[in-house]
């Protein structure tokens, strides 16, 4: 596995990991590269690997779609260059509450 897969499939279980703790009452299904997360409003989050760019693409409820590229061992927006993390706990804090 390279390092991009072995990478983007950790990042997965971690926000898998993430989204389950933080919001138990959400719907949190990884599945086939693909987590997607109903939080308790009704909202879904989309997050999968994209293969062909080797980036992580996010569907936000809130703030519509990105693209993450692996930099220096971090997922950068490649719009604005936001940590993935950074643009999900400013969301879940701002919209999800």
């Known amino acids: 596995m ?12 971690e ?3 993430f989204f389950e ?4 009452q959400a719907d949190v ?3 086939d590269e693909t987590l997607s997360v109903i939080l308790p409003n009704g909202h ?3 997050i999968n690997k994209h293969g062909v760019t080797r980036q992580i693409w996010l569907s936000s409820p809130f703030t ?7 930099k220096n061992g971090r997922w950068r ?3 604005t260059d936001l ?6 706990l400013e969301e879940l804090k701002t919209y999800a509450a």
Do not use: I, M, V
């Open 64 to 70: 519509g779609a990105h693209h993450f590229q692996l």
């Open 21 to 24: 703790s933080s919001w138990p």
């Open 44 to 46: 879904q989050y989309l």
């Open 15 to 17: 926000l898998t990991d």
């Open 29 to 31: 299904d990884l599945l």
């Open 77 to 79: 927006c490649t719009r």
């Open 83 to 88: 940590l993935l993390e950074d643009l999900l």
């Open 2 to 13: 390279d390092n991009f897969h072995k990478t983007s499939t950790q990042t997965l279980e």
